[in-house]
């Protein structure tokens, strides 16, 4: 049978162009998820700093909760651990240990600053001058030998320069006071490499040592998983959708030969293998170059992620041949689940269709698929229901592309009665072209179903994708709009204390962003110093108040007041950002969640547990250019520019999903054009008749036309109604913001896309001669 | 005379209910071995349906079918096309031939379904005689249309099948190819000793045969022997005057 399948792929190349497409690309877009998932578990960074230490102490940078079960969940924390220096001590009379060396690291004027003591984790050494030893001496690095540090003296430049990391080292005192944290350090190098065990920090050896070196790299990983499963996830389904549709069409196109072969000697089964043969045949050649294209493919993410951030420049990407053998065998498993459903519709086949005259229309929906059809739908309901009801976005944002999805699955499968009952509509298009298409419309409504499949799918995906950040970005605007009551927004750096100096200046608001965990949930966090608090910001409170706020007070927006089942007068045990555990009081319950954060911290509890503790400022009163000039080298904004800089960063979202916008809008092109092309036979005969070629494409426009029309607005259902569900579980308020002019693209580029796969196919079948085009068999 | 196929109060209804359409009521007819017979009738006096139930391609609502001695009743899908395989061929008016397969394997793609080694000596024999010779590695469409027929019709030997069915073989074909197939046909029956039933329309071709059966409304309402082809279209005339 494969033999046969072979031969039978061979020479109709054009039926099984594609679903070869189809799966060439679903092989390419696995594959390069595979290589994000992959290196978001496997991936490492090499140490750098502390490159010279053979064991590095540091915290453990996992918030561990063990639950009633017994079972213990860790997951990452957003800030460094600091560890006791005392610790350092304690190593030091280990048995076999020779040397050991604290570090401190903060940030400072765009470096990453260290006390002279840690020189020896790198090493680093002087190629010129002396080491810092006054409180105002720094030492740079070699990259930055001419640079000037306002405030203080370059006493000497070290030798080395690390790749991904401007160094600066002041005295060992001077970092000490600059970090602010009493009897804390960063890390401990131990010299040589001996088993160290101590309570309060883990030990860290090879390239386990960059994790602690690069806290960044450690998050980054864990999105690339999130991020790589969701969409390696998705289009796998999206895959799965497009091939069994082509594989149905050519089908459909090829029932007259596979009667046929049914009638001369044929079994079900045997054509069942026969279909199932040029499935995995096509899928294992598609597969392997789709693989191939899909490994260029992760390179090319993964330099974008890196261009956007989102990805550090030294996390490379982990390069095996994994993914790619993934991808082929989800190919091939893809690609065979679309023949088997297929092959259904195959063994209904009944030998006599090869003896009658006219190609027989399959007669009307089955059973099965109608009952599968109305399975899924429930499906589509319950999952939109659930996603009503999710308000992490980690959760929501893949439930709501697998919702979009299901919806139409639904679609597709009951395709055939939609198409019919549209149709079926006593609506009238002037010409003879209209005229025709019309009829065609209504006799072959199981041609339309298959082309409103993918039409609907990329209207559904596109705008899904598109427009839920949007909604989500649109309400926390919002909130932000009403909630900044600040005249003034100073971008960080800025000394508050300079800020409340400056004249007509009423308020001044230090605004921290960091993160928490409530028992390994994480919350985003604001930390606000508390005195004219009401001058600058109006969080919404809906119950108790922020009078008085401070110390261990808390407040908490009305979402996670839900979900954590609290209210005002309760208490809270959380973790902070750095995994210092705390336990607050809450003050008030506030409407502004998302413009802001879910919990409202006093400045001052927060402070001391942030890698970076240079904060926002708020400022009521005063004037622009007198801010400026007090505060030279501080960008300042009024309130509508601080909004509008206040949303959310979604690039890294449209460049993963447009990949799968991009395969759906292949397989648009895919499936318009092979019906069209099918059809040449046919339009032939119209020409034969006497149908002019601007009739005949005028019959094929509008039969397009108006299957991209059902489409777009079954999409558009099928992405509101996501949209809504996504909206009221995120933000309370079920309204989508689909943004206008974003939304009209999405629609003109469907339709454009489909009449651009209509026309181009039709005017090849045009060009040859009717007659000719009539003799040759199919 | 042995017969091939026999046909017992065969009827054959479409639909259910008030919609419900007899395509045959209750025919009952025996094929002798090594005839050529030929199904005629106007349309819709049910000939496909005969064909149909008599090939195994169908089965009739109610009645017996047996194909050389096996009752078809209660076969299924599978049983009837391993019975077809080995023991029915078949010649299509069109669509006959897998456009990707050379001419060798169109024949033999019966026997490679079944799974069995084509008999060389045979397959040289039918090439010879349906004439085809020199033309074993062509593809369909560098055929003409009656070349094509006689692939199709070398198929249908290739199995030694008791009994070979055409339905309109030489409806697609103009008057001087479609007189080189019924000759083929012919041959095929008295050089071979082949069993063949034909479903036709054409007075022409039905005058190759030894019989013609005429089919009106489902039943068999007459049979002419040793037909001409003057005698057969006056029969048809009144067939159609009486429908």
């Known amino acids: ?778 | 005379m042995t017969e091939v196929v026999r046909l017992n109060a065969v009827s054959k209804v479409y639909g259910k209910g008030h919609g419900a359409v007899a395509a045959l009521r209750e025919v009952s007819v025996g094929i002798p071995a090594g005839t050529f017979t030929a199904i005629m009738g106007p349309s819709g006096s049910g000939k496909s349906t005969f064909l149909h139930c008599a090939a195994g391609l169908d089965l009739p609502t109610s009645g017996s079918v047996r194909l050389g001695g096996t009752e078809l009743a209660g076969m299924n899908e599978t049983q009837l096309t391993e019975l077809r395989r080995k023991r029915v061929g078949f010649v299509f008016q069109a669509f006959n031939l897998v456009g990707s397969l050379t001419v060798t394997e169109n024949i033999t793609l019966p026997l490679t379904l079944a799974g069995v080694r084509p008999d060389p000596a045979w397959l040289a024999e039918i090439v010879r005689r349906v004439g085809l010779d020199g033309r074993a590695g062509h593809r369909p469409a560098q055929l003409s249309g009656g070349q094509q027929q006689r692939v199709a019709i070398a198929r249908a030997l290739v199995t030694r099948p008791e009994v070979v069915f055409g339905d309109e073989p030489t409806g697609a074909l103009d008057t001087m190819t479609a007189r080189d197939v019924l000759v083929l046909l012919r041959e095929v029956v008295s050089g071979l000793g082949q069993t063949v039933v034909m479903v036709t329309h054409d007075p022409v071709a039905a005058s190759y045969a030894d019989t013609v059966l005429f089919l009106a409304d489902g039943r068999i309402v007459d049979s002419m022997s040793a037909p001409a082809a003057d005698k057969v279209a006056e029969r048809m005339t009144r067939l159609g005057a009486w429908t």
Not at chain 1, 644 to 653: K, L, Y
Not at chain 1, 673 to 692: F, H, I, Q
């Open chain 1, 1 to 778: 049978m494969i033999s046969f399948a072979w031969r039978t792929i061979g020479h109709r190349r054009a039926g099984f162009a594609g679903a070869f497409v189809a799966l060439l690309c679903a092989a390419a877009l696995v594959t390069a998820c595979g290589m994000l998932l992959e290196t978001g578990l496997r991936g490492a960074v090499a140490p750098e700093r502390y490159a010279g230490a053979p064991v590095v102490l540091a915290g453990d940078q996992y918030a561990r909760h063990t639950k009633a079960n017994g079972k213990t969940k860790a997951k990452l924390l957003a800030e460094r651990r600091w560890i006791p220096e005392r610790i350092a001590a304690e190593v030091r009379r280990a048995p076999g240990v020779t040397k050991v060396v604290t570090e401190v690291t903060f940030p400072f004027a765009g470096f990453t600053a260290h006390g002279w003591e840690s020189a020896a984790l790198t090493p680093f050494t002087l190629a010129s001058g002396r080491p810092p030893r006054a409180a105002g001496e720094v030492v740079v690095d070699a990259r930055h030998r001419t640079a000037k540090i306002p405030g203080y003296r370059v006493v000497g430049v070290t030798a080395q320069a690390l790749p991904s990391q401007d160094t600066i080292f002041f005295s060992t005192d001077e970092a000490r006071r600059l970090a602010g944290r009493d009897g804390l350090v960063t890390a401990i190098g131990v010299f040589p490499r001996v088993d160290v065990k101590v309570d309060g920090a883990l030990a860290y050896t090879g390239d386990a040592r960059g994790t602690v070196e690069f806290l960044d790299a450690e998050n980054a990983r864990v999105k690339l998983i999130s991020l790589g499963g969701a969409l390696g996830g998705t289009s796998l389904l999206v895959a799965i959708l497009v091939v069994a549709g082509t594989f149905a069409l050519s089908i459909q196109q090829r029932r007259r030969e596979l009667a046929m072969l049914r009638a001369v000697a044929a079994t079900p089964r045997q054509i069942r293998k026969l279909i199932g043969g040029e499935a995995l045949t096509i899928s294992v050649v598609a597969g392997t170059i789709g693989a191939g294209g899909g490994i260029l493919l992760g390179l090319w993410l993964r330099e974008r992620f890196v261009a956007l951030g989102a990805v550090p420049e030294n996390l490379a990407l982990v390069v095996s041949p994994f993914p790619a053998l993934a991808a082929l065998l989800a190919t091939l498993a893809a690609a065979w689940t679309a023949a088997r459903v297929s092959a259904r519709r195959v063994a209904r086949i009944r030998p006599v269709e090869a003896l009658s005259e006219a190609a027989l229309a399959a007669a009307g929906l089955p059973r099965a698929r109608t009952v599968a059809g109305v399975l899924v739908l429930a499906g589509a309901v319950a999952l939109t229901i659930l996603l009503a009801n999710l308000s992490v976005e980690a959760a929501s944002s893949p439930v709501s592309m697998l919702t979009a999805l299901v919806w139409t699955v639904a679609v597709v499968l009951l395709g055939p009665a939609i198409a019919r009952a549209v149709t079926a509509l006593p609506l009238r298009v002037p010409g003879a072209g209209g005229y025709l298409a019309h009829r065609n419309l209504r006799a072959g409504t199981g041609r339309l179903a298959a082309v409103i499949g993918p039409l609907t799918l990329m209207t559904a995906m596109t705008s899904t994708i598109l427009f839920s950040p949007a909604t989500l970005g649109h309400a926390a605007q919002q909130e932000l709009n009403a909630g900044i009551t600040a005249d003034h927004v100073l971008d960080p750096g800025a000394s508050a204390e300079a800020v409340r100096q400056a004249p007509g200046v009423r308020a001044a608001t230090e605004v921290l962003r960091t993160t928490a965990r409530i028992e390994l949930e994480k919350y985003g966090v604001q930390a606000v110093t508390p005195d004219g608090l009401d001058r600058t910001m109006d969080l919404g409170v809906t119950a108790g108040s922020l009078d008085g706020f401070g110390g261990t007070s808390a407040a908490v927006s009305r979402t996670a007041a839900d979900r954590l089942g609290v209210g005002v007068g309760d208490r809270l045990a959380l973790t902070l950002g750095d995994g210092t555990p705390a336990t607050v009081t809450i003050a008030a319950v506030y409407a502004r969640g998302l413009g802001f954060a879910d919990l409202t911290l006093p400045h001052e509890l927060v402070a001391d547990h942030v890698d970076d503790p240079r904060a926002t400022v708020l400022v009521s009163g005063g004037e622009r250019a007198a801010l400026e000039r007090a505060l030279p080298g501080v960008t300042v904004r009024d309130r509508a520019e601080a909004a509008e800089a206040g949303t959310s960063n979604a690039a890294v979202t449209y460049v993963a999903m447009g990949l799968i916008i991009g395969f759906c809008a292949i397989a648009v092109v895919n499936t318009l054009a092979m019906s069209t092309s099918a059809r040449s036979r046919e339009l032939a005969l119209l020409r034969m008749v006497g149908t002019t070629r601007r009739q005949i494409l005028g019959m094929l426009r509008t039969e397009t036309a108006v299957a991209a029309a059902l489409a777009v607005t079954l999409g558009t259902g099928i992405s509101l109604l996501t949209l809504a569900a996504f909206g009221a579980g995120m933000t309370g308020s079920a309204t989508p913001y689909p943004q206008p002019l974003g939304y009209l693209g999405v629609v003109a580029a469907t339709v454009a896309l489909a009449l651009a796969a209509t026309a181009v196919p039709a005017r090849f079948a045009l060009r040859a001669r009717p007659a000719e085009a009539l003799a040759a068999r199919e």
